[in-house]
C-alpha cells in the first residue's frame, strides 16, 4: 500500500472534507500556469505531479502528461524522473483495476529508486506493491511489502528523525488495521487504532480523520463481541462538530452499526429507530449503499414480526435502490458523493472498480433470495420463480467476477514471482561476477556458482509452468462449466415449470422447481471444488436425469448403481465429471431413437480404482451423426474435448493416470445399439 500526505484538494473544502488521502494530488490550474516557465528536470517533475493528479480521475490525461513526463527524462537521463513516471502510472493502472500492469510498473521503479538510493520512495513504493496484492486478495504478500514499507519508514535519518513522517507511519499502520480485520485478527487492528486514536488526537489530526477512527476503534470492539465498548466508543463519534459533510455521513453510518448491534441483542424497537433514522438523512442525499442496507435490516425486522406486506415494501425499496447502484455502478446517487467519506475506509484510498461491482451483485443476489423466500412463503409461485431467476442470474454473475478475480489473482502472483525472480537471478549473477573477479584462479568454485545458478534457472522454470498449468485448469472449468449450463436446457426446465402452473399441478411445479434448484446449485458448488465425494455427484445426476425425463415426457428410464464397497464420502473424483456423457447419452442416443430408451449408470470399485460406466441402448454414435447432420454433434464434441483436455491436465498431478474410453455397441444381427463411456480413476482405499 501506500502511504502519501495529501498536497491539495481540489474539491470544495466547505463541501467535502479530506479524502483519499493517500492519492498524491496537486493543484492542476497551478501546475499547467508553470509548464511555460520551467525547464528540463523541474519541467519533468510538473509533467509528473500533472500525471498523478489525474491518475484517479482521467486516466487519458494521465497517460498524456505520463508521456511527456517519460521522454524528456530519457532525453536527460533523469532516473528519478524516470521512476516517478512508471510509480504513477502504475498507480493509474491500480485505480482501473489493472493489476497485474500495475505490478509491472513499479517493479520497474523500484529498480530505479534503488539505483538512486531514494529510500523515502522506496518504502511509498512497497506500500503501493502492498495495496496491488490488497486488491487481488493475496493478503500475505500485502503484509509482507506493508512491513518493508515500514522498516524503511522507521529509519533513522542523521538528525535523529526517522525517514518517514509521523503521518507516514500513522497511516501505514492503519491500512495494516484493516488487513488485520479483514484475516480475522480484529484484536490486533485493535491495538493499532487505539494508538492511532492516542496520536491523532497529541498532533491534532484532521476531524474526519479522527471520526474514522473511532468508528474503525468501535467496529473492532463489535467484531472481537464486546458490544458494550462498541456502543461507548459510537458513542463519541456523535459528539464530532459537523465541519463538513463527510462528518454528517460518518454519523449516519455510525447510527446505522448501532442499529445492527441493537438487532443483535434483541432490542428490535431501538434497531429500528436507527433504520429509519439513516434512511431519512442518507437515502434522501443518493447514498444508495447505507440505504439499501437500513431497507434490508428493516425488512428482516418486519419479516420477523411477521408483518410479510411491511417486508416486501421494505425488500422492494431495497432492491430499487441496488438496481440504481447497479445502473450507476456505484454507491452512489450522484458521482459527487463519491467524494465524501460516508465508509471509513475510503479515506485512505478510493474503492476499486471490483470491490464496487462484486459487492453490488452480492447486494443484488442477497435481495433477490429475500424476495424469493418471502413469495414462496406467502404461496406466491409465479413471483417466487421470477425472483428466483433473478437470483440464479445475479449469482452467475457474482461467480463470473470471482472467476475473473481468481484469474487476476493468479497473474498478479505469476508477475510478481516472475520479477522477483528476475531481482533474484540479477543479484545472484552480480554475486557470481563478483566472485569470478575476486577467485578467478578458483576455478571449482566458480563451477560450483555455475551449477547452483542452473539449478536454480530450473526451479524457476519449473514453477512458472505449474503456474501456467494452473491458468490453463481454471479457463477449462470456466468452459465445462458454460457447457454444463447450457442455456436451451435451463431454458426448457423453466418452462416446464411454467407449465405445471398453468395446468394448476403446483405439487409438480415445486417437486420440479425443487429439483431444478438443487441441480444448479450443485453444479455451481461442484464448480468451484476440484474433487467431490461420489454421493455428491450422484446428486447432480440425479437431478438431472428427473428433470430429463420430465422435459422429454418420459422418454426414458434410467439405474444407476454403485457397489457396496463404494464408499460414497470416502472415495472422490473430479468435479463435473460425468454429467457431459449422461447429456450426451440422452441428446445424442435416446432423443433419437423412436421407443422408450434405458440409461445405465454404475460405480463399481476395482482394487484401487473406481470404474464409471455410462451405457444407453440409444441409436449409437454413427446414426446419431447422421441425423444431426454439425449442428448439434458440435456440442458433444467440445464436451468430450473439454473432459480429455481437463484429465490431461490433471493426469499430470498423479503418478497413475486416469482413463476415458468410449464403445459402440451393437446387437447380435450387427446393428447398432447405444454407446457405453468407461472412466477409470484411481483412488487410495480408506485406512
Request: charged residues 30%; aromatic residues 10%; glycine residues 4%.
Amino acid at each position: 500500500m501506500k502511504v502519501v500526505r495529501l498536497i491539495c484538494i481540489l474539491i470544495p473544502l466547505q463541501l467535502f472534507a479530506q479524502i483519499h488521502s493517500v492519492t498524491e494530488k496537486y493543484n492542476t490550474d497551478s501546475l499547467q500556469r508553470l509548464i511555460p516557465v520551467k525547464k528540463e528536470k523541474e519541467l519533468v517533475d510538473v509533467y509528473n505531479k500533472l500525471a498523478v493528479s489525474f491518475a484517479y480521475s482521467d486516466p487519458s490525461q494521465c497517460e498524456s502528461y505520463a508521456a511527456k513526463a517519460l521522454r524528456m527524462a530519457n532525453e536527460l537521463g533523469y532516473k528519478k524522473g524516470i521512476a516517478d513516471v512508471e510509480k504513477y502510472t502504475g498507480q493509474m493502472h491500480v485505480y482501473a483495476g489493472k493489476y497485474p500492469d500495475a505490478v509491472v510498473h513499479f517493479y520497474n521503479a523500484l529498480d530505479l529508486y534503488e539505483q538512486i538510493y531514494d529510500n523515502y520512495n522506496l518504502a511509498k513504493l512497497y506500500y503501493d506493491l502492498g495495496r496491488v496484492h490488497f486488491y487481488a486478495g493475496n493478503y500475505q504478500k500485502c503484509e509482507e511489502y506493508g512491513e518493508k514499507a515500514l522498516e524503511l519508514f522507521l529509519q533513522k535519518k542523521p538528525d535523529g528523525s526517522t525517514l518517514g513522517s509521523l503521518w507516514d507511519i500513522a497511516t501505514l499502520k492503519s491500512g495494516f488495521g484493516l488487513l488485520y480485520r479483514l484475516t480475522n485478527r480484529s484484536e490486533k487492528a485493535k491495538e493499532i487504532y487505539r494508538w492511532y486514536c492516542k496520536v491523532m488526537n497529541e498532533e491534532g489530526f484532521e476531524v474526519t480523520n479522527r471520526m474514522v477512527h473511532t468508528l474503525l476503534l468501535a467496529r473492532c470492539f463489535d467484531e472481537t463481541g464486546d458490544q458494550d465498548s462498541a456502543l461507548w466508543y459510537f458513542s463519541k463519534t456523535f459528539e464530532f462538530p459537523e465541519e463538513n459533510e463527510s462528518i454528517r455521513a460518518l454519523k449516519m453510518e455510525s447510527l446505522r452499526l448501532v442499529g445492527m448491534i441493537r438487532y443483535q441483542q434483541g432490542n428490535t424497537e431501538e434497531a429500528k429507530k436507527c433504520f429509519e433514522q439513516v434512511i431519512l438523512w442518507i437515502g434522501e442525499k443518493g447514498f444508495l449503499w447505507h440505504s439499501f442496507q437500513s431497507k434490508l435490516m428493516l425488512g428482516n425486522i418486519s419479516l420477523k414480526e411477521g408483518k410479510t406486506s411491511k417486508a416486501e415494501e421494505y425488500y422492494l425499496k431495497a432492491m430499487n435502490d441496488c438496481r440504481e447502484m447497479i445502473k450507476n455502478q456505484s454507491y452512489f446517487r450522484y458521482d459527487s458523493l463519491k467524494y465524501i467519506v460516508s465508509m471509513g475506509a475510503e479515506l485512505y484510498f478510493p474503492w476499486p472498480e471490483y470491490y464496487i461491482k462484486t459487492n453490488i451483485w452480492g447486494f443484488q443476489a442477497a435481495i433477490m433470495e429475500k424476495l424469493f423466500d418471502l413469495y414462496k412463503q406467502k404461496g406466491d409461485l409465479q413471483n417466487a420463480i421470477r425472483y428466483h431467476v433473478l437470483f440464479s442470474q445475479a449469482k452467475d454473475t457474482l461467480f463470473a467476477l470471482k472467476r475473473n478475480r481468481d484469474l487476476v489473482e493468479l497473474q498478479v502472483k505469476y508477475e510478481t514471482d516472475r520479477k522477483e525472480q528476475q531481482i533474484q537471478l540479477l543479484a545472484e549473477e552480480n554475486t557470481f561476477r563478483q566472485l569470478r573477479l575476486n577467485q578467478s584462479r578458483i576455478y571449482l568454485a566458480g563451477m560450483g556458482m555455475m551449477m547452483l545458478l542452473l539449478i536454480i534457472i530450473s526451479i524457476l522454470l519449473i514453477r512458472q509452468s505449474r503456474i501456467k498449468t494452473q491458468q490453463k485448469l481454471i479457463i477449462l472449468q470456466q468452459k465445462l462449466l458454460r457447457s454444463q449450463m447450457n442455456p436451451h436446457f435451463i431454458f426448457n426446465s423453466m418452462a416446464s415449470i411454467q407449465d405445471f402452473i398453468l395446468a394448476n399441478d403446483s405439487k409438480s411445479a415445486a417437486r420440479y422447481l425443487s429439483r431444478f434448484a438443487k441441480l444448479i446449485r450443485n453444479i455451481l458448488d461442484c464448480s468451484l471444488e476440484e474433487m467431490i465425494p461420489v454421493s455428491r455427484e450422484i446428486e447432480t445426476i440425479e437431478n438431472f436425469l428427473h428433470l430429463q425425463k420430465v422435459r422429454l415426457e418420459e422418454k426414458f428410464d434410467f439405474t444407476i448403481t454403485k457397489d457396496d464397497s463404494v464408499e460414497s464420502e470416502e472415495i472422490r473424483l473430479p468435479a463435473m465429471l460425468i454429467q457431459p456423457f449422461v447429456e450426451n447419452a440422452i441428446e445424442h442416443g435416446i432423443r433419437h431413437k423412436p421407443e422408450k430408451g434405458m440409461i445405465r449408470i454404475c460405480f463399481q470399485l476395482l482394487d484401487r480404482w473406481l470404474s464409471v460406466k455410462v451405457e444407453d441402448d440409444g441409436v449409437g454414435r454413427k446414426k446419431a451423426s447422421e441425423l444431426e447432420g454439425d449442428q448439434r454433434k458440435d456440442h458433444s464434441s467440445v464436451s468430450t474435448y473439454l473432459i480429455r483436455e481437463r484429465l490431461k491436465i490433471l493426469n499430470k498431478k498423479s503418478r497413475r493416470k486416469m482413463t476415458l474410453e468410449i464403445i459402440d455397441l451393437f446387437d447380435d444381427t450387427g446393428m447398432p445399439a447405444g454407446t457405453r463411456v468407461i472412466i477409470m480413476i484411481p483412488v487410495d482405499k480408506p485406512s
